[in-house]
């Protein structure tokens, strides 16, 4: 019997959970994550489709592995709800106008009408305070941003430690903003009448 040879990419799951610890010690760690949003993108553009979702995501690895080595997931199908066009394309168009508020909010502590604030929100609703040591290094609105999207960042992770928890281990993966938005590049790429 042959036994599985492990690759580097096997290990992307721990990118994951370093981004969430440089950014606990240092706010301005929380910029990394923007390769998040745009790797998925450019390779959905140049063809790839979604070879980082099923390759690269250190996310989706991250959920699996909590889900089956630690079996922390049900392994229990996910609702057809939760599958259907209608809530992938409405949770990333949430999802896509929480990140413009963010970025206007950043805007606005760039334009200076608008003071830093100093707060992570989680799931959109819970504020938790947050202190930054030194923002004399950067301009504000670095900080602003900074504080914006790793409050996203954790957010929709949370909701995907839930459905893993609750379903299959990648379930978050079914309904990730960028997974829907790499598909819809590679389908209007491909089939452009569609």
């Not at 707060?119 to 938790?128: G, M």
């Not at 290094?137 to 960042?153: D, R």
């Not at 995907?160 to 299959?168: A, E, V, W």
Request: hydrophobic share 45%.
């Amino acid at each position: 019997m042959k036994k599985n040879k492990k690759s580097i990419l096997d290990y992307m799951w721990i990118l994951s959970i370093t981004y969430f610890i440089l950014g606990f010690f240092n706010i301005l760690f929380a910029w990394l994550g923007l390769l998040c949003f745009l790797i998925p993108i450019i390779i959905s553009i140049l063809g790839g489709g979604k070879s980082y979702c099923n390759i690269y995501c250190g996310r989706g690895q991250l959920f699996n592995f909590l889900g089956n080595k630690f079996n922390l997931s049900r392994n229990k199908p996910m609702p057809k709800f939760l599958k259907s066009k209608l809530f992938r394309y409405g949770f990333l168009t949430f999802f896509m106008t929480m990140f413009l508020i963010m970025l206007f909010n950043t805007y606005l502590v760039f334009a200076g009408t608008r003071d830093l604030k100093e707060v992570l929100q989680i799931i959109w609703s819970f504020k938790l305070p947050w202190k930054i040591s030194n923002t004399d290094i950067f301009p504000l609105w670095v900080y602003q941003f900074a504080l914006g999207f790793y409050s996203m960042m954790l957010t929709s992770t949370i909701l995907g430690i839930i459905t893993m928890i609750l379903y299959k281990p990648r379930s978050w993966c079914v309904y990730c903003p960028i997974g829907t938005m790499t598909q819809l590049i590679s389908k209007t790429k491909y089939n452009p009448k569609n």
